[in-house]
């Protein structure tokens, strides 16, 4: 039976961490990413989880413990935020391309300087191009959902990737919401039991792990991290469909609100697709044929499946929570319009910057964008492509 | 049976790093890493921070490394193995693996005393069981010989080179052995190939005791020390004879001088054969000659107070 419980978003990952019951864990604390670690050490203090702990002196500590640790043969976990993960940087590739399947919960927070500590997806952008799969949540029941089954799409035997689960800093990470928690037993059997495969700690097997590969080799292992992406969709549909069974929350790569029919249409991820939804539900009820797009898998990012899901919309605006600097356009900006670029007669496009370092996005906001959407799709002129959004002149 | 001291029944054991690494010839880290291993009664599980030792032993397809071994970064062996040594706490508490199984982390001195220093004090602190040996060369020899925090003082680099205004290293090497004896850890041992029995003993008694323990091993490298690539041994043993590098050990803090030259040779003794310091026999350098042999005795001098052997 699911319990329905007020939590917030820490709270809940902490709690979906709880249940898969890693063998270890190597953190390092950071805001708003700490209190998923203070809880989950308060179960281990408690003897409530086996999780043996590696309370570690950096984050790049952290993930290098959580290597030794996957690569050691058992299940892994750990959380961090923006700096944090800035500093994970170079542990986060070596953990990918020794295909660990790491689970981590990125707590979305903005990137110095100057320092701020509100969300914003600066840390998780950043990341994208590390080798690692990437689960975006709205809210608080999404980050417990996405935490549950990032360890059975990580640990699938076709994959073997780590992963890692992107929820908002401080708008969900510290927000209280109704949700729901699944049993521990479901949970359990969701995740299996861990399967080591060439575990260091096989001494009648021993393996090296980490070898040197120069020009000979290392391209063919960099193509097959690229074939090991591309399986990985089908992983997560296949993983979606066993917890909507135990959850009764069907989850794709990514969830489509009022689409099917729309003629405008927001792109946007995370916590601020709510705020958009309400928005959309008011230009519905003018009549004004609105829908929305949150991607959820984000790396590998499903290009071909979003084409075609926006591929008859008239104007799309892609608001990005991030900009990458001296690229054209926002993270989000970029591979929306690539998924869109075998669609000859697809939308016209525009990007929003908004919400850096925490700055509120408001029903304003989104209304502001879906008036100047229906002019686009009246006109198909649009006047700037991109602009930053809820921002001083 | 743990097996008796003696080269006789050592060179009966299995070596653990095979013949075919390219370490180049007459480097001292692979004779060390061959007398660590053969030291031990147990199976270990080796890290490996990025080096020489690691470029050279795990090349694609070929692996030097007879035992489990896990090459992470640079700055991070002692994190990994951290990570090692967690996951096989937690699966012998769960009952999924019932060996004794040991960690012993590999690193440079780059590695160890600069890069990898924070992540070697965080393991020493949260009292991992492993032993971390560094080998010693003093400097980035895989990078191509630049300085290192482990430099010795005067000696010539590619960073810090003997030009006409500053004459090598103008520093003194730090003294990473000392600084890891102040984690309060059980076992702080150094060593050298040259005295093999002794190195080997203290592996033995490192492994025997629960919790976090180093190892300083000099180690020579004909490269960087410009010197002859038999000269290996020789070196290491003139290092110590001119306590250079003293060898000792601070088991739960008492100090114990583990190895008294009869007659303490004179710091040129070691340079002299060395390129990375032909400059500082030039007539201007003197100073420099006498200033290094001072900070060598003064280091010895003190060791011995703190041994009690005065």
């Known amino acids: ?3 329905v419980v007020a939590v917030t978003g820490n709270e809940a ?3 979906a961490l709880k249940q898969v019951n890693p063998d270890v864990s190597a953190a390092y604390p950071i805001t708003p990413a700490t209190d998923i670690m203070q809880r989950f050490t308060s179960y281990v203090s408690n003897g409530q989880v086996k999780t043996e ?21 058992g299940r892994v976990m750990t959380a961090t935020s923006s700096q944090g993960m800035a500093l994970m940087w170079e542990e986060l590739f070596i953990a990918s391309g020794s295909r660990l399947p790491i689970v981590m919960a990125l707590v979305n927070r903005a990137l110095s300087a100057p320092l701020n500590i509100h969300g914003d997806h600066s840390d998780g952008m950043g990341a994208r191009d590390c080798g690692w799969i990437q689960l975006w949540s709205e809210n608080a029941q999404e980050a417990y959902d996405n935490t549950i089954q990032a360890f059975r799409i990580a640990e ?17 990470s510290h927000s209280i919401e109704r949700m729901e928690y699944i049993d521990d037993d479901a949970v359990k059997n969701f995740v299996g039991e861990f399967k080591a495969l060439n575990p260091l700690l096989d001494i009648e097997h021993p393996v090296s792990y980490g070898p040197l590969i120069l020009t000979d080799y290392y391209m063919e292992y960099r193509k097959a991290h690229a074939e090991v992406m591309s399986k990985v969709s089908k992983v997560v549909l296949d993983a979606a469909k066993e917890f909507e069974k135990i959850s009764g929350r069907k989850y794709g790569l990514f969830e489509t609100y009022r689409l099917d029919d729309a003629e405008i249409g927001l792109v946007i991820l995370n916590s601020a697709a709510g705020t958009s939804k309400d928005v959309i539900d008011s230009f519905r009820e003018k009549g004004i044929k609105a829908g929305l797009l949150k991607p959820r898998l984000f790396r590998p990012f499903p290009y ?4 075609n899901a926006l591929k008859n919309l008239k104007a799309v605006c892609v608001l990005d929570r991030a900009d990458a600097f001296g690229g054209s356009y926002g993270p989000l900006f ?8 075998p669609h000859k007669n697809g939308p016209v496009l525009m990007n929003k910057i908004y919400g850096l370092g925490g700055r509120d996005y408001l029903p304003g906001h989104a209304e502001l964008v879906l008036n100047e959407l229906v002019d686009i799709a009246k006109t198909g002129k649009v006047k700037m492509i991109k602009e930053y959004i809820g921002v001083r002149e | 049976m743990a097996t ?3 080269l006789k029944e050592l060179s009966k054991k299995e070596v653990l790093l095979t013949s075919g690494h390219r370490m180049c010839s007459g480097c001292g880290a692979p004779i060390i890493v061959k007398m660590v291993l053969l030291a031990s009664e147990y199976p270990i599980v080796a890290a490996n921070a990025t080096g020489c030792l690691e470029v050279s032993t795990c090349i694609s397809d070929y692996t030097a490394w007879k035992i489990p071994w896990i090459h992470n970064a640079f700055e991070n062996a002692a994190a990994t193995l951290s990570g090692v040594e967690t996951m096989y706490r937690s699966l012998k508490k769960q009952g999924k693996i019932d060996k004794d199984i040991k960690f012993i982390a590999f690193g440079g001195d780059g590695g160890t005393y600069d890069i990898g220093f924070q992540s070697l004090s965080g393991a020493m602190e949260r009292g991992h069981d492993m032993l971390y040996i560094c080998y010693d060369n003093g400097a980035y020899m895989n990078t191509g010989i630049q300085r290192s925090s482990a430099t010795p003082y005067g000696a010539d680099t590619t960073t810090c080179p003997a030009g006409s205004v500053i004459q090598g290293k103008p520093q003194p090497r730090k003294n990473l052995t000392k600084i890891m004896a102040a984690h309060d850890i059980p076992y702080v041992a150094q060593a050298s190939p040259s005295n093999w029995s002794d190195l080997v003993k203290k592996v033995k008694k490192a492994l025997e005791i629960k919790g976090p323990k180093f190892m300083n091993i000099l180690s ?3 490269r960087g020390w410009r010197s002859r690539t038999d000269d290996a041994i020789m070196l290491s043993r003139l290092g110590v004879e001119t306590c250079y590098w003293p060898l000792y050990e601070i088991e739960n803090g008492v100090t114990k001088v583990t190895f008294k030259p009869k007659e303490k040779k004179p710091l040129v003794d070691f340079l002299k054969p060395q390129g990375r310091f032909k400059h500082l026999f030039a007539p201007e350098n003197e100073n420099m000659l006498k200033n290094f042999q001072e900070m060598v005795d003064k280091e010895w001098g003190s060791l011995l107070k703190a041994s009690g052997t005065e």
């Open chain 1, 334 to 341: 970029i591979d929306i319009a690539a998924s869109l670029y």
């Open chain 1, 53 to 73: 702990m590696v309370l570690a002196e950096s984050e790049h500590s952290a993930m290098s413990g959580c290597i030794g640790a996957s690569a050691a043969g």
């Open chain 1, 1 to 3: 039976m699911a319990k």
């Open chain 2, 4 to 6: 008796p001291l003696t």
């Open chain 1, 304 to 307: 071909e499946e979003i084409g």
């Open chain 1, 156 to 172: 699938h035997m076709d994959i073997r990737l780590p992963a890692m689960v992107c929820l908002d800093g401080f708008i969900i």
């Open chain 1, 13 to 15: 990952v902490a709690y």
């Open chain 2, 220 to 222: 020579p490298c004909n």
